[in-house]
Every structure is written in structure tokens, then in C-alpha cells.
């Protein structure tokens, strides 16, 4: 089953295989803050700071449409490729450097269907979450929960590494590179964006 992916002015257009969507997370780490404001849209985040984030397969992500309109930004020089569409700022996905690594973080904002649809599909949003020290309220969680969330995240990709899928897909081409050089922001920038600075800080 397939769901549309659309930025929020439709250039980029693209679907999620469901079958390669191995579990929904809240992630609530500074960088995943960050991003969120670096973008600048509103909702992005939710009421304790937290991105919603669907650990996929890459091949399970496609870009359809307005490839040339994804762009791609990191927190330093080592961190996750952070990559959305550059015409209207809409978050598309985090990988990491290593084409390798065979896993996407889809940004659920570029889901293109009802909440409710959504959270029939993935999930709902708030079951499983990630670096919740850093939320900007508490958030109710377990160790468990994460335990189990992490485990799911991290068991398709460990898996796929030793069959040698085809990793990257669609933020690198065929030799691993990614699809854009990132525009890395400077320490001072990354820092403004952790603490809630406005986007061009
Ligand atoms: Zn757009
Ligand atoms: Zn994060």
C-alpha cells in the first residue's frame, strides 16, 4: 500500500511504500528542533517540541515529482543529511552521511493524508519516542516503549546492511553520493536554532 508524499505547495510530490515503514516515532532531540525552525513553518513541531518521524526503508521512499526543488541542510559537519523542499521549506526526510546505512527518517509533515489516516497506517504518533530529555515539556515515557521502538527501527536496518539492498534511495545516486551538497550551518547558527532563534539567526 502506498501513501502520497506532497510538500505544502505540491511541487514535490513523491509516496511512501507502507510495507517498508517500519515504525512511527516522536523524536525530540535538538538538532530534530532545530531543523524545525531552520524551515520556519508553523506545526511542525508538536506542543513539547517533537517531530514526527516514520523510520523507513529508503527505497521505500520515492520522489515522484519536483526533485529539483529537494534541498538539503545539515547541523554540523558530520551530522544527518536533513533534506526537504526548498520551495515552500517543507521537512522531507534525516539519513544519515552513509548511503550504506539503509535508513530513512521520513518527516511526517510531508505525509499527504488525514491525521486519522495516518495513525490507522503508522500508528499513533506519541507510542514510541526519542530523546525525550530534551522535550520542551515532559513527556509521559518509558524505557520500555523506546526500548521496543528502538528495536524496530534499528532491526530492518541492520538486516538489510547484510543483504546488501539497494541503500540511499532517493537522497543519493548510484554511487552513494547524496543528491546535493548540504549547506552546513555554522555552530553559532546551530546553537541560535537549539534554543529557539528565528530561521535567519
Ligand atoms: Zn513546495
Ligand atoms: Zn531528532
Same mark, same amino acid.
Given at each position: 500500500?502506498?501513501?502520497?508524499?506532497?510538500?505544502?505547495?505540491?511541487?514535490?510530490?513523491?509516496?511512501?511504500?507502507?510495507?517498508?515503514?517500519?515504525?512511527?516515532?516522536?523524536? =525530540?532531540?535538538?538538532?530534530?528542533?532545530?531543523?524545525?525552525?531552520?524551515?520556519?513553518?508553523?506545526?511542525?513541531?508538536?506542543?513539547?517540541?517533537?517531530?514526527?518521524?516514520?523510520?523507513?526503508? *529508503?527505497?521505500?521512499?520515492?520522489?515522484?515529482?519536483?526533485?529539483?526543488?529537494?534541498?538539503?541542510?545539515?547541523?554540523? !559537519?558530520?551530522?544527518?543529511?536533513?533534506? =526537504?523542499?526548498?520551495?515552500?521549506?517543507?521537512?522531507?526526510?534525516?539519513?544519515?552521511?552513509?548511503?550504506?546505512?539503509?535508513?530513512?527518517?521520513?518527516?511526517?509533515?510531508? %505525509?499527504?493524508?488525514? !491525521?486519522?489516516?495516518?495513525?490507522?497506517?503508522?500508528?499513533?504518533?506519541?507510542?514510541?519516542?526519542?530523546?525525550?530529555?530534551?522535550?520542551?515539556? !515532559?513527556?509521559?515515557?518509558?524505557?520500555?516503549?523506546?526500548?521496543?521502538?528502538?528495536?524496530?527501527?534499528?532491526?530492518?536496518?541492520?538486516?538489510?546492511?547484510?543483504?546488501?539492498?539497494?541503500?540511499?534511495?532517493?537522497?543519493?545516486?548510484?554511487?552513494?553520493? *547524496? %543528491?546535493?551538497?548540504?549547506?552546513?550551518?555554522?555552530?553559532?547558527?546551530?546553537?541560535?536554532?537549539?534554543?529557539?532563534? !528565528?530561521?535567519?539567526?
Amino acid at each position: 500500500m502506498l501513501m502520497p508524499l506532497r510538500c505544502r505547495c505540491g511541487q514535490v510530490r513523491g509516496e511512501l511504500d507502507l510495507a517498508g515503514a517500519h515504525a512511527r516515532a516522536t523524536c =525530540y532531540c535538538r538538532d530534530c528542533q532545530a531543523f524545525a525552525r531552520f524551515l520556519g513553518g508553523d506545526g511542525l513541531l508538536d506542543a513539547r517540541g517533537g517531530t514526527d518521524v516514520v523510520a523507513s526503508a *529508503p527505497d521505500a521512499v520515492r520522489i515522484t515529482a519536483g526533485i529539483e526543488q529537494v534541498a538539503c541542510m545539515s547541523m554540523s !559537519p558530520r551530522g544527518l543529511l536533513r533534506w =526537504y523542499a526548498a520551495c515552500c521549506r517543507t521537512p522531507l526526510a534525516n539519513t544519515s552521511r552513509d548511503a550504506k546505512l539503509y535508513y530513512t527518517g521520513l518527516v511526517a509533515a510531508c %505525509l499527504d493524508a488525514a !491525521p486519522a489516516a495516518v495513525d490507522e497506517a503508522l500508528g499513533p504518533r506519541d507510542r514510541i519516542v526519542a530523546n525525550a530529555g530534551s522535550a520542551t515539556a !515532559p513527556v509521559e515515557s518509558s524505557m520500555l516503549r523506546f526500548l521496543a521502538g528502538g528495536v524496530r527501527i534499528f532491526g530492518p536496518v541492520i538486516g538489510a546492511r547484510l543483504r546488501g539492498r539497494r541503500a540511499g534511495a532517493p537522497f543519493f545516486d548510484a554511487q552513494g553520493r *547524496p %543528491l546535493r551538497e548540504p549547506e552546513v550551518v555554522s555552530r553559532e547558527r546551530r546553537q541560535a536554532l537549539q534554543r529557539g532563534g !528565528p530561521a535567519g539567526a
